[in-house]
């Protein structure tokens, strides 16, 4: 039973397949996953509710409360949990209130049965009322405007256990813990809701929305001995032994995602503010000498210090997305990641052909409508340094945009602008307020206005408006803040330095949101796609497009590499500087574009042939008819192989300027099941035999390869799903592979 991709030899479940679960999925749902539908059932005796998928399977019993039992990993049969957890708590007035979970379980190694009886609710608990089943209802109402690969709303089943307040400092809270359970996929999504049905208000502390006393996937006696970090030293004794031991690795069974992540990383795990391993001194006997093992997985916003909910407030939690891995593999790994945005953000898949334009005046934006038109691209945003200005909300601006945006729908071309909200000053009163100085400052970036300022609802208004009156489609964001707290009292937005992240990320989520409903796509620098964004930088150095053009090309598919392992291509885009950017000189630009067409072909289909899009930043897409034809033969060729350029890559050989490299979009799906692209950096012609792994397009025996879409191959594949292939390619140059 093939379960795990066999091609990768280094591509190891992550427990042994035994017998044992005999529900284990007969197809790889990485290749086709329309049978794993998501049901709610009760168990034979009824005192068990079960939520899976045949991929996934969670169940509660209900025992005086609901605690979760098992957590299983149907794809190999690992189970996730050793000890039964609350399914959330709330603290307020410093005192912690569980919801569900038992008390009672001695031996936190593992759990058996048997032990069930022995356990009950904490007297301090919410009291459990009752569950509801129901279909995922829609998250976010997407409108699409451009090309997408997937345009359908996920489906699935949602469960949710319904508990009020015992305790007298939350009475009158109710609560709902929601688990939805998506079809086709091992993913499940968790998130609290509360509503303040009593007449005064509740100071929430902190909401730790998921907890989990997962397997750990290691032991060790002692962790790391290097000495203290500073922030460590700054703690006490007892603070100490609550963080887990250095070197140390937390589960890898379970990929964790929630909506609330920013830090300029360009990447989520750096982003991540929500997710906390922890050690559990219950657990007495693990392995590790000091109990510092990191196996107490708790979810909440760290920075949360204190959110009151008024009389008939709902306080809805982070949305935890629990992705359940079945191998180590990275490849197999950052598939299932991008398989997961693929499903719950769909408007991920969008990926519209934009320029990037520099203006001085109108009449260069209808130019550059034309020339959109006349190559095939689809969209232009005005780029930082032209002369829109969203935040002027005059009659004759929203007038002069509007009839700007008319003339290019009348094109059939969409039209979007820049706006910058971080790394500025605005004023004493509307900037963020340090909490040691009391003053302006302390910022990430220095200075940033705060967005629950007068002034920032004031932008969050004037963005809708430009939006709603213009017709504009695209927001390019530079911003919002990454995480600023502030201390103000006097902004209107929040009340104090304790709950003002928490309410400043309401207000973004709000507005990334309601754009995404009105069909605006919305490039930001900061991740957050699960809230409505579409497209966040790839990941470069803005200096390297300073360097020369033979560095840059290179420097580009480094970055294309290393940025599409956890992102689709639609994802992310990349820069190809037209004109001067971040310095340099002649060398590090293409204009005049007639004079470096090589290089400009060359950095289009590195892009366009990987499927992420480039910010084309400049005046104008063509100088000479011979420009506008080589432009316009590339947009043809991408738009003819679309659907598999926007496909998952698999990762062939990293650039390094000493050999080949390339990349492989897979698609069973499609008739065209195979895309690659090989380039050679050296100064000479190569020849090179390579095994090619097709395992992910789904072929298994022979396959038809065409180079360059003409030259036709009948190969076999061997056991391991590969290839073999022998290319040859001139020098600096590359070539490219249809297989079907």
């Not at 090309?147 to 307040?165: C, D, E, I, M, V």
């Not at 180590?328 to 950052?334: F, I, L, M, Q, T």
């Not at 204009?591 to 290089?599: F, K, R």
């Not at 298994?700 to 292939?725: C, D, F, H, I, W």
């Amino acid at each position: 039973m093939l379960l795990v991709k066999s091609a990768l030899l280094e591509a190891q479940p992550l427990s042994v397949k035994t017998s044992i679960n005999k529900q284990r999925p007969v197809t790889d749902w990485l290749l086709s996953n329309q049978s794993y539908q998501a049901k709610v059932y009760p168990s034979a005796d009824a005192k068990e509710i079960v939520l899976e998928n045949g991929l996934v399977k969670r169940i509660f019993r209900n025992q005086g409360t609901i605690a979760c039992i098992s957590f299983q990993n149907l794809i190999n049969g690992q189970e996730i949990i050793r000890a039964i957890s609350p399914e959330a708590t709330i603290m307020v007035n410093g005192q912690s209130l569980p919801i569900g979970g038992w008390i009672g379980q001695k031996e936190k190694a593992y759990l058996k049965q048997e032990w069930f009886s022995k356990m009950q609710a904490d007297t301090s608990a919410f009291r459990y009322d009752s569950f509801s089943v129901s279909p995922i209802p829609v998250y976010l109402k997407w409108k699409p405007k451009s090309w997408a690969s997937n345009k359908q709303q996920p489906s699935g089943k949602l469960l949710r256990f319904h508990y009020t307040a015992k305790h007298s400092s939350v009475q009158g809270l109710t609560v709902q813990i929601n688990y939805a359970l998506y079809n086709g996929i091992p993913l499940i999504v968790k998130w609290v809701e509360m509503v303040n049905r009593s007449s005064s208000s509740i100071a929430l502390n902190k909401v730790t929305s998921e907890l989990i006393a997962a397997v750990e996937e290691e032991s060790a006696v002692v962790g790391a001995t290097e000495e203290a970090t500073i922030q460590e030293q700054a703690l006490t004794e007892a603070q100490k032994k609550q963080l887990p031991a250095k070197g140390m690795k937390v589960p890898e069974s379970i990929y964790i995602e929630t909506n609330y992540a920013f830090n300029n990383a360009m990447r989520y795990p750096l982003s991540d503010q929500t997710t906390h391993w922890k050690v559990d001194t219950s657990y007495t006997s693990q392995v590790n000498y000091n109990f510092r093992t990191p196996c107490l997985l708790e979810v909440y916003p760290d920075k949360a210090y204190q959110v009151v909910l008024t009389p008939g407030q709902t306080y809805s939690s982070v949305r935890t997305h629990e992705l359940l891995m079945d191998s180590y593999d990275r490849e197999r790994r950052g598939l299932a990641i991008r398989k997961m945005y693929q499903t719950i953000a769909p408007w991920t898949s969008s990926n519209p052909i934009f320029m990037h334009l520099v203006s001085k005046n109108d009449a260069e934006v209808r130019n550059a409508i034309d020339q959109c038109v006349a190559t095939g691209y689809e969209a232009l945003i005005l780029s930082f340094g032209s002369h829109i200005n969203m935040e002027d909300s005059t009659a004759s601006n929203i007038a002069r945009w509007k009839a700007n945006a008319a003339y290019a729908h009348s094109k059939g071309i969409l039209i979007g602008g820049y706006s910058l909200f971080s790394s500025r000053r605005i004023s004493d009163e509307d900037d963020v307020i340090s909490a040691v100085t009391g003053k302006p400052g302390g910022a990430f970036f220095g200075n940033a206005p705060c967005f629950g300022s007068k002034w920032g609802l004031g932008y969050r208004d004037k963005i809708k408006l430009f939006f709603s009156q213009t017709g504009f489609d695209i927001w390019e964001n530079d911003g919002p803040y990454p995480g600023d707290l502030c201390a103000s009292t006097k902004h209107p937005g929040h009340k104090g330095w304790e709950d003002s992240q928490w309410e400043q990320m309401k207000i973004q989520k709000e507005l990334y949101s309601w754009l995404n409903e009105q069909g605006v796509y919305i490039n930001a620098p900061d991740w957050y796609f699960l809230d409505g964004t579409h497209k966040i930088a790839i990941g470069y150095r803005e200096v390297n497009f300073s360097l020369p053009r033979e560095n840059q090309i290179i420097l580009n598919r480094q970055n294309i590499y290393d940025g599409t392992w956890n992102m689709s291509p639609s994802m992310g885009w990349g820069f190809v500087p037209l004109t001067k950017y971040q310095g340099g000189g002649p060398e590090a630009i293409l204009e005049p574009l007639q004079e470096h067409l090589l290089d400009y072909k060359q950095l289009m289909i590195q892009y366009y042939g990987s499927g992420v899009q480039a910010c084309y930043r400049g005046p104008r897409l063509y100088d000479t008819d011979s420009t506008r034809r080589m432009v316009t033969s590339v947009i043809d060729w991408y738009k003819k192989y679309r659907s598999i350029l926007n496909s998952d890559i698999i990762h062939l050989r990293r650039p390094d300027g000493r050999d080949w490299d390339g990349i492989l979009h897979v698609n069973p799906k499609l008739p065209q099941k195979g895309f690659m692209l090989l380039y050679n950096p050296l100064n000479e012609p190569i020849t090179r035999s390579i095994q090619v792994p097709l395992y992910y397009t789904g072929l298994n025996s022979q396959v038809n390869v065409y180079e360059q879409g003409k030259t036709k191959q009948r190969l076999n594949l061997n056991r391991a799903y590969e290839m073999p292939l022998t290319f040859t390619i001139p020098a600096n140059s590359y070539t490219w592979y249809v297989i079907e």
